[in-house]
């Protein structure tokens, strides 16, 4: 294993100490994830609408559902997002909200010229995930500290001069770490033969330590769809429909970690706090063919495969310490003044790519009242059932000889996933009640961490006769658990161990309104 990938092991989850972690495996599966989007209507009914016809949230699942439509449709969607997290570390229990308007999908429909069976053609821009988060966790912990890291990774660098842990030109790794740990005096070196060692202020003075710490992570952002979608009835019965899809992933991140000394034995530290900074953006492309089939009159047959997305990441970043010591007082560093112009784009930039997860869609609906009797409601079932391959996930950095570990570290952590939708519709006149119920498997191989979904939604919609229409939903749910190591001790000789694993049992909610017009 090569030490390149030894820090990214040592500081994954979070990137407090060294960036490069964020894009560990971790973040490839929360890229690869979505989320049931598009118009009010599909939302409403769970997102099963891959043998919807007709309808345009369903064009997102499975192209072929744009042969449905017989004239061409314009509408555009905006929604407001809740998430509550609460969060488990140490023995606390700590609680964090965030909230926003966000938007959701803009969509323009229209059919070709041709009289009988007309190539239908539609863009739209659809989010299909949200990043926005606020988690917050904190206890107290004895023989841990992140700072620990700082000085065994001095310790490790065998520095013959401790001022070369200032250089510009010094590993990133030891740069976003050591470096700034030694400048604002929260390790100090100590001559031991020709070489120097460091300590800790957070060691007490027989080498104890017990530390109060905090995390506060705010993320904003998400993956936005950019969808060319083209669609034709073939036949009475069969439609078919593909895409090319262009997904954007913009995030952002501030990572605020702190530790506050409360050992009663005395040790130079008061607290010391280090925030990071990142800003992530990628872009990606995939392709989806679909069908829908109508063996009879009530029934209709979906089935859609949709490629990878094969992502290339930029990722910039920056990393501030202050620390408070008795000896010196508070002192602050930073990244962005340790670079000039030739290493700056080296040395705060990341560019790594990486491949999301094979997917399969089998759908099915069942129409009402086909009979068309205007005094009876009508309206359908629909079920939707995919399978995602999170097996087949890839993680790349440049042309180092570890991808082939990432490789292996997917298969090892993460499975095929199932993921069911299910979804009802009744229409009397120009109004409509809908129900939905969504539930994504787990993705990971381990049983004690259920990262698996459930989603209730509702809503409700009304349709004039001059083609206008408007639809509004609400889902709640989206209850997922996962876990957090906040660092990894690098191997020592003094006993310190790694602090436990954080939970985050996140609940989301989601309303959405859409608008459109059908000409």
Known sequence: MTYKLSLLLAFALPAIAYPVAAQTVQEVLKF????????????????????LGGEIAAIYVNPAATGFFRGSDLSFSIGYQHI????????????SKRGALKFDNVTLLMRSKAKERPLVFAMGVNRTNNFREDVYYQGNIANSSQSLNYFIQADNAHVSNPDALLSAKQDVAIRHGASLAYQTYLINAYREGDQYKFTSAAEADDYSVLVQQSRHILTHGGT?????????QH?????????????????????????????PVHADLNYYQVKQTTTTNGIGVNLKLGGIYKPVVPLNLGLTLQSPTWYGVNKDYQTDMLTDTKSAGVVTASTVYMIDDTTQSALNNLNYSFRT?????????????????PDRPYGFISVDYELD???????????TPDNHYYSEQVKASYRTSGNFRAGAEIKYLLYALRLGFARYGSPYKDSNI?????????????KAGSGYYMDLSIVTGGKQQRREVPYEVLPNNYGYVNPPAAQVNSTTTRAVLTCGVRF
């Open 84 to 95: 509550n997290n609460s969060n488990y570390y140490l023995g606390n229990k700590d609680n």
């Open 389 to 399: 391959d999170y097996r087949s996930m890839k993680l790349k950095y440049g042309s």
């Open 357 to 373: 997860p094979w997917k399969a869609t089998a759908s099915a609906v069942l129409l009402l009242n086909t009979g068309g009797s």
């Open 450 to 462: 259920d990262g698996s979904r459930t989603y209730y939604s509702g809503g409700v919609g009304y």
């Open 224 to 232: 936005t769809e950019l969808a060319l979608v083209f669609g034709k």
């Open 32 to 51: 690869s994830s979505d989320i049931s989007a598009g118009s009010a209507r599909g939302q409403a009914i769970g997102g099963a609408t891959g043998a």
């Open 235 to 263: 036949s009475e019965k069969l439609f078919f429909g593909g895409s090319m899809n262009i997904d954007f992933i913009k995030e952002g991140q501030q990572d605020i970690w702190v530790e506050t000394n409360i050992n």
